[in-house]
């Protein structure tokens, strides 16, 4: 069974799908045409989830969980976040605050999108991200790995 991790954003949601263990199986970006209206951009999504739940059976998804700056992008997301809850309606489903994802894998609630993507790499080394989403995910995937006491924080390079 997997566990699905989501960055979740209009635009380009990132993916990382990884095993109970803590093997990363797939990682990727769900880029929206911008031009596209909220509908048809959710049916992208949606689709693109359905055809990666399809690959890797689900046991568990988590994602990052909402906040609030600017009224229609947070609309946007919940839009997105909506969709994602309703395709994983069978599965457990926790959210992560971005500033707790920072502070467990990077030491610092306020570290930058290139601090994430750094920690990843010192759990996960060889991986490589087309997008800062993904490695967002990556890092929403570490977190909840530490968080379920799966692997201890600060077990880098053991994955």
Not at 88 to 115: L, V
Request: with cysteine.
């Amino acid at each position: 069974m997997y566990i699905f991790a989501f960055d979740v954003a209009m635009s380009s949601t990132g993916v990382c799908v990884f095993t109970e263990k803590g093997i990363p199986e797939k990682i990727t970006s769900i880029i929206t045409n911008s031009k596209e209206d909220h509908q048809l951009r959710l049916k992208t999504i949606a689709d693109s989830i359905i055809e990666l739940r399809n690959i890797f059976p689900t046991s568990y998804m988590v994602y990052e969980s909402g906040f609030t700056r600017y009224s229609a992008s947070t609309q946007a997301i919940y839009k997105c976040l909506g969709i994602i809850q309703y395709l994983f309606w069978d599965c457990k489903q926790k959210s992560y605050a971005p500033s707790t994802i920072r502070k467990i894998i990077c030491g610092n609630g306020r570290a930058d999108k290139k601090d994430v993507e750094k920690s990843v790499l010192e759990y996960w080394p060889n991986l490589n991200f087309t997008t800062n989403d993904e490695s967002d995910a990556c890092g929403l995937a570490i977190c909840h790995l530490i968080d379920q006491g799966l692997i201890k924080n600060g077990t880098k390079k053991s994955l």
